[in-house]
């Protein structure tokens, strides 16, 4: 093997790299100055020069790549991206064999051995997600390897590692017959309606669907159902479906109006009968306490981070907060879904944000029901970064 890079790695990290932490820190490597080009392979090494694993160059948030086997004469090749994609293809056999699921992940970035890179099927149309330019150089293997591994209407991308974070608006068609968007997929019988070329969102976040369908079949029956930060309202739509008497959306965005009546109507359900609230979640819970209006089934679901012109909201810090606004809207034995993407903590950490606010609301509670990644999101669940999902069902009692 010529040309490769050789990086000596900080001792510190070591012992996690081996453990199969997958992800090259920034901090991590020694001599990174001799970092040329990203998509350069290179090869991790200790400090007494013994072989760690090899990868590829590229950032991707506090990463400067990834590693792609710890098999020290394995080639990264176009061989190794078809026997990726064959592998990643035959752990989702069973979704591909049920008409009631359309939408759902093929390929998971590090849980399917090759981080920085996502591809989601959705009913016959693949889109391909890169996270840096060092993924994306590797393009012409992984459409290759499509090409060869599966049949599809047309492949789509997402170039996600655009200057600073902020998505180019751009053409994502990559080959294929172009869709005539939105088509309709299917989630455990719920149909959902999917623009796979109109900026870095599709309409659905599908590692959400375990706790779509659990909301709908065993949490929605009778239910005046609040949804906040409900972007396109697929949980509301779900509750709706599962039986709840009615349904109020709340998102900040404008476009979420026009989005959440689609994914009604989609549905056949009335969505002149529903609420739809295009507002900020925290005047919107100042609105619902001097309207004195309760709900049996609140959902959160905010962004890690969110930034609105007068105030800055973050997961790590503010959930206790925001939990404890949902807590004084919701009726006693009510349930409130709280979420979090957040991968800076894990399901321990978050459950002591809810006791936290179930004290501070001088509340009792019980948790009924929890949630982390579904199966077509493979994930290495021994490091929260990549097992980043957490959804708690959480009963309200009495004072
Ligand atoms: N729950 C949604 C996904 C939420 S994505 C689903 O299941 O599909 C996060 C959403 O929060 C975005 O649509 C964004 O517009 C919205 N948002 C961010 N800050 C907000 C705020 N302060 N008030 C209301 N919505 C907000």
């Known amino acids: 093997m010529t040309n490769i890079l050789t990086l000596r790695v900080d001792p510190k990290y070591v012992a996690e790299l081996?453990?199969?932490y997958?992800?090259?820190?920034?901090?991590?490597?020694?001599?990174?100055?001799?970092?040329?080009?990203?998509?350069e392979i290179i090869r991790l090494v200790d400090h007494h020069n013994r072989y760690i694993g090899t990868g590829y160059y590229g950032h991707q948030n506090k990463g400067i790549g990834w590693i792609l086997t710890t098999k020290e004469h394995e080639q990264i090749d176009q061989a190794f991206f078809n026997k990726?994609?064959?592998i990643a293809l035959s752990h989702r056999e069973d979704y591909f064999t049920d008409s009631d699921t359309t939408a759902f992940r093929i390929f998971n970035g590090e849980g399917d051995g090759?981080?920085?890179?996502?591809?989601?099927?959705?009913?016959?149309y693949y889109m391909v997600s890169w996270y840096s330019e060092g993924i994306y150089s590797f393009r012409e293997h992984v459409y290759n390897a499509l090409n060869d591994l599966v049949e599809y209407k047309a492949i789509?991308?997402?170039?996600?590692?655009?200057?600073?974070?902020?998505?180019?608006?751009?053409d994502d068609f990559v080959m294929g017959t172009e869709g005539d968007f939105p088509i309709i997929v299917k989630e455990n019988g719920m149909n959902f309606a999917v623009n796979l070329n109109d900026g870095a969102m599709t309409g659905i976040f599908l590692d959400q669907r375990d706790v779509r369908r659990a909301i709908r079949d065993h949490y929605a029956d009778g239910t005046n159902m609040l949804n906040t930060f409900s972007y396109t309202g697929a949980f509301s739509v779900a509750a709706a479906l599962g039986g709840a008497t009615k349904t109020t959306s709340v998102d900040l965005a404008k476009r979420s109006l026009a989005k959440t009546i689609e994914q009604f109507s989609v549905n056949g359900i009335d969505y002149e009968a529903q609420d739809i609230k295009v507002m900020d979640v925290f005047h919107y819970f100042k609105y619902a306490v001097r309207h004195e209006l309760k709900f049996d089934l609140v959902v959160l679901d905010?962004?890690?981070?969110?930034?609105?012109?007068?105030?800055?909201?973050?997961t790590a810090k503010d959930y206790p907060k925001l939990l404890a606004d949902a807590i004084a809207l919701t009726e006693k034995d009510g349930i409130i879904v709280a979420s979090t993407n957040n991968a800076s903590f894990g399901m321990k950490k978050f459950k002591t944000f809810i006791d936290q606010a179930f004290k501070d609301?001088?509340?009792k509670y019980k948790i009924v029901d929890q949630y982390g990644l579904p199966k077509d999101f493979r994930a290495n669940r021994d490091f929260p970064e990549f097992n980043?999902?957490?959804v708690v069902f959480i009963k309200k009692l009495s004072k």
Request: aromatic share 12%.
């Open 18 to 20: 081996n453990r199969g």
């Open 22 to 39: 997958s992800l090259i820190l920034k901090d991590a490597i020694q001599n990174k100055d001799l970092l040329e080009e990203e998509g």
């Open 84 to 86: 990726k994609l064959t």
């Open 114 to 124: 090759i981080g920085g890179l996502s591809i989601d099927y959705f009913d016959g």
């Open 156 to 170: 789509y991308e997402k170039k996600r590692f655009d200057t600073k974070g902020q998505y180019i608006d751009q």
């Open 302 to 314: 905010p962004p890690s981070f969110a930034r609105t012109k007068k105030m800055t909201f973050s």
């Open 361 to 363: 609301t001088n509340t």
């Open 388 to 390: 980043y999902l957490k």
